[in-house]
């Protein structure tokens, strides 16, 4: 009896056995409609055998095949069983979140083009004797068709077999026929590539680092390039390498970065088909892309974290712009770096990885340093743009309006009237992340976060950016009914209100996710600063990464204290990696920059380090004291959370965990740390534990959970918490 192995999209670490008819055509990679539970579901055939290790007995039939052809090649299936594996995911959600929504529905996965079945000449002449003949399923086939012509999908849809529908073929009763809705050769691009000759001449650390990455063999390369010295110059150089061999080029940008003005910057560059897979896509549209790109009829795949998931014809080369961005790993459900997994995809397809950054995570400089990646540096700024002067001040002791000391708003009333844009930088939303009763001095606090609400005065409400409750600010104090309410510390949305006093004849603009949730308001806003139309700029880290302002010429950091003294290990890599990013905004084209940051302590280690000898040597001193600490990169982690509205109902869970890694865990140096409380210890009403397994060895995590995860799945408790597994996390939250 043949058997097919289906990995369901369910979260159960395993896959499914389902018996298929001897006559039914299966392979791996093709989506297969089974019944789970009391539903139907759409899984990916794995593997096909003639045995189960359950009884066959007890194995239902599959409902049926809904592709003719594989819609995954054994490559991706492979890729994504290690996914599975390493991030001990179930391995039918990895791909069912890799797969576009409608494809993981009844729909085709033909591109541009429909096998359109429909009722012969010959068939519409049968006779009541020859329809005698048919079987029941072909006959029911030639009555649907006999209304109009349909689809394969359709057809399966409405569970005709491929079998019946050949048979009938065979016979003359039926053809089909493929509509194309537009031209799609896959050899097209190839054979008539141009490049634009409107492109600098590179300048030598370019041409030196072009000429250092092979793209015929994996290698990981990590461009080390000052903002602004043309890393995307290089991608753009490397890109052509690939595409003259007929290959073609993934391209990863964090979210904030995929912008028109990034995807007409490749377009400018190449004739070829660019595919970019951004939130603004229907799903149609998803669809359409990743079709694209598996058939080789884009030449270019641009996108953020999940495009690493895009099946690509043939692969030539993948490329990580700000790979030390967050926003490259996914911090729910499955989770994963797109980092990691692009190395992984590019050692399995034998080709170059490329990332870049000015500012690399301390993960990769590690691995630069050590020589597992080779390491490639970007000194100069490309053309004619100057570093930017930086000024501490020194804000101790000094009056400060909305957070601004007089010395920042000299520097910003200078550059203002020479007829430049300021951007200043503070990342909290909102009026004021505070509000207190003047009378007894009692906070507006989230009881079921233990947190404090922010006062958001557009809209005269309180806001818990925790647990999203939001009511209308009380007129008086709920302890002391006093109307003297005010508001403690400050936000965008309060140094918006206090610059428009101070210099109403610029226009301002804010830019944080309150300002910009609705669908393309970001792009408006940037394309609005882009011409000017503002003089002053505010934002939260939206604004650190990756856009062109080239009449900036004054950046603000306006509160970095809060990151000064984090209990996060990661908070000065990020406080430098912002501190770099946010100085690059400054002065890009001709026109000198300058970043001031204010600071009660201009004399801590970590911005004196920054400021007078740049992120290389600050990324030193913070490698070697995550060495002394043991810490990432000297160490991997995988971290268990857990919460739950019992504090023991948590914990309890995590101690359960903590005596199965006992039990089998024979290595002195791998160390399960807690349960302790999460950074945040309550939220939306829930208490929140974690347990951190950290080793110097990854390959003693990836051991001990695989011995221990189905164990853990299995365990009572497990289901009174909400839990995840965290591999490689890099936010303790
Ligand atoms: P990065 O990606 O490192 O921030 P870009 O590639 O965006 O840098 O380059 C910054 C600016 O310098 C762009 O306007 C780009 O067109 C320009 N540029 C890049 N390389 C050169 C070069 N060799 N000569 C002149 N200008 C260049
Ligand atoms: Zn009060
Ligand atoms: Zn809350």
């Known amino acids: 009896m043949p058997v097919v192995a289906v990995a369901v999209p369910v979260h159960l670490n395993r896959t499914f056995d389902y018996i298929y008819p001897e006559d039914e055509h299966i392979e791996a990679g093709m989506r297969i409609c089974v019944p789970f539970m009391n539903k139907q579901l759409i899984g990916i055939a794995l593997v096909t055998k003639n045995d189960s290790d359950f009884p066959l007995e007890k194995l239902k039939p599959i409902i049926n095949v809904l592709d003719d052809t594989a819609i995954l090649s054994t490559d991706m299936l492979a890729f994504f069983n290690w996914c599975a594996d390493y991030y001990h995911y179930p391995i039918g959600e990895v791909i069912a979140q890799a797969l576009p929504v409608l494809l993981r529905k009844l729909e085709s996965a033909k591109l541009n083009s429909y096998t359109f079945w429909q ?60 509509i194309e809705i537009q031209d799609n050769d896959a050899q097209h691009w190839r054979q008539n590539l141009v490049i634009s000759d409107n492109r600098p001449s590179l300048n030598t650390e370019q041409a030196i680092t072009i000429a250092a990455i092979d793209i015929n063999h994996f290698a990981t390369y990590l461009l080390d390039g000052v903002t602004g010295s043309g890393k995307t110059e290089v991608y753009l150089n490397v890109i052509e390498k690939v595409l003259k061999i007929g290959k073609q080029a993934l391209v990863l940008v964090p979210e904030i970065g995929l912008t028109p003005q990034t995807i007409s910057r490749f377009k400018r560059r190449f004739n070829v088909p660019i595919v970019a897979l951004h939130s603004g896509l229907n799903d149609a549209e998803r669809r359409e892309a990743w079709l694209e790109a598996q058939a080789g009829v884009a030449g270019i795949v641009i996108g953020t974290r999940s495009a690493i998931f895009t099946p690509m014809h043939d692969l030539g080369v993948i490329i990580i712009d700000e790979e030390h961005d967050g926003s490259l790993k996914q911090q729910e459900t499955f989770r994963y770096h797109a980092r990691d997994l692009a190395i992984v995809r590019a050692q399995r397809n034998n080709i170059a990885v490329v990332l870049g950054s000015a500012t690399p995570a301390l993960e990769t400089l590690h691995n630069a340093i050590t020589g597992k990646y080779r390491h490639l540096q970007l000194t100069q700024r490309a053309g004619n743009a100057q570093m930017p002067i930086h000024h501490l001040i020194d804000i101790k002791n000094q009056s400060l309006d909305s957070g601004l000391s007089s010395e920042f708003m000299a520097l910003m009333a200078t550059h203002l009237a020479a007829g430049n844009q300021v951007l200043l930088f503070l990342n909290r939303r909102g009026y004021a992340p505070a509000v207190m009763c003047h009378t007894c001095g009692s906070m507006a606090e989230c009881q079921r976060c233990n947190t404090y609400y922010t006062y958001h005065q557009s809209r005269n409400i309180l806001h818990c950016h925790h647990c999203d409750e939001q009511f209308p600010k009380p007129r008086r104090c709920p302890s002391c009914n006093s109307s003297e309410i005010m508001t403690a510390g400050f936000g965008t949305e309060q140094l918006e209100t206090m610059l428009n006093n101070h210099f109403p004849q610029y226009p301002i603009i804010r830019i944080d996710r309150d300002s910009t949730s609705r669908k393309g308001s970001l792009e408006k806003s940037l394309e609005a600063v882009r011409k000017r139309e503002f003089r002053i700029l505010i934002g939260t880290q939206m604004l ?143 208490y929140r534990l974690q347990l951190l397994l950290q080793s110097p060895q990854r390959q003693h995590i990836t051991l001990l959970l695989r011995q221990i995860m189905p164990k853990i799945e299995a365990l009572k408790s497990a289901r009174k918490a909400r839990w995840s597994l965290d591999v490689d996390p890099t936010e303790m939250l």
């Open 544 to 686: 650190a990464k990756g856009h062109h302002f080239p009449d900036v010429t004054l950046v603000g950091l306006i509160d970095v204290d809060s990151a000064l003294f984090s209990s996060d290990f990661r908070a000065p890599e990020k406080l430098a990696q912002l501190f770099v990013q946010v100085s690059g905004r400054a002065g890009r084209a001709a026109k000198q920059g300058e970043v001031a940051i204010q600071t009660h302590h201009p004399e801590h280690e970590l911005i004196q380090d920054l400021v007078n000898n740049g992120y290389s040597h600050f990324a030193q001193t913070a490698l070697h004291a995550r060495s002394m600490a043991s810490l990432p990169p000297y160490s991997f982690q995988a971290l268990f959370r857990a919460e739950a509205h019992q504090f023991s109902d948590a914990n309890e869970f995590l101690v359960e965990i903590k005596q199965l890694v006992q039990e089998h865990n024979h290595n002195p140096q791998l160390l399960c740390l807690g349960p302790m409380p999460a950074p945040m210890e309550k939220r939306a009403g829930k």
């Open 119 to 178: 009722l012969t000449d010959n068939a519409h002449e049968l006779t009541v004797q020859e329809l005698n003949r048919l079987t029941p399923a072909q006959l029911q086939t030639i009555k649907l068709l006999a209304e109009t012509g349909l689809t394969q999908s359709h057809l399966k849809l409405a569970n005709i077999k491929s079998t019946t529908i050949k048979s009938l073929q065979d016979k003359g009763l039926i053809s089909q026929e493929y």
